[in-house]
């Protein structure tokens, strides 16, 4: 771990802006500390856990059960989920939401912006394992950006010959005072399936309030 850490900060830290530490678990992340905003992004997953804009409260949810462990998926932040969402239709045996939140991805470049922000790339190529799982030759590219506010970014290019389907969430847990007070706009009229209802689809005419498990 001292290795790797000394490595990564020699190549992508940025003096009073962004450092790599051992974080929980012994998991390695990338600390930001910049004029803007503080943040924290592990390399397990890509994963997103803490964003915070200078001034305001921090906006992620992180849950307190998370485990921190490298064949377990961190609870809250912003977990990636690739190349399936949800319970894989084809075999439900296979990972929840995909493999990529389960994965070490590698960090590819950092950089200063010139305005101020802070942004880290790092990079999921297809191995041995993932094509046990999904035969697809892949590079998937995230991009988180820190700054007055979060920027994401998820590029998937097919490193193969032949085409192919996914499907990907960046699956965001946002902090909230008073869930009573969230009204979710944007979705007017748009047909969804109610997991707390069965799978039933539902369909609303105006913006969503938050009365009861959703």
Not at 3 to 28: H, M, P, V
Not at 87 to 99: E, I, K, L, N, V
Not at 119 to 142: G, V
């Amino acid at each position: 771990m001292a290795s790797s850490l000394e490595q990564l900060n020699r190549k992508f830290a940025i003096d009073g802006a962004l450092k790599f530490e051992a974080g929980n678990g012994g998991l390695t992340c990338a600390r930001i500390d910049a004029p803007l905003a503080t943040g924290e992004m592990y390399l397990h997953g890509a994963h997103v856990t803490k964003f915070q804009p200078r001034g305001h409260d921090p906006l992620l949810f992180l849950s307190t059960k998370s485990l921190y462990q490298p064949n377990k998926p961190i609870r809250g932040g912003v977990p990636i989920c690739f190349p399936w969402f949800g319970p894989r239709a084809s075999d439900p045996s296979s990972p929840m939401h995909g493999f990529a939140r389960l994965s070490e991805w590698e960090v590819t470049a950092t950089r200063r912006l010139n305005d101020g922000r802070v942004e880290i790339e790092m990079t999921l190529r297809d191995s041995d394992q993932t094509r046990k799982l999904w035969p697809q030759k892949f590079t998937a590219r995230y991009t988180a950006t820190f700054g007055g506010e979060l920027q994401l970014s998820l590029a998937v290019k097919n490193e193969g010959s032949e085409p192919f389907s996914f499907e990907e969430a960046l699956h965001t847990y946002v902090r909230i005072g008073d869930i009573k007070q969230v009204r979710l706009t944007g979705l007017e009229n748009v047909e969804y399936m109610d997991k707390v209802a069965g799978g039933r689809p539902r369909q609303g005419t105006a913006p969503i309030q938050i009365t009861a498990e959703t």
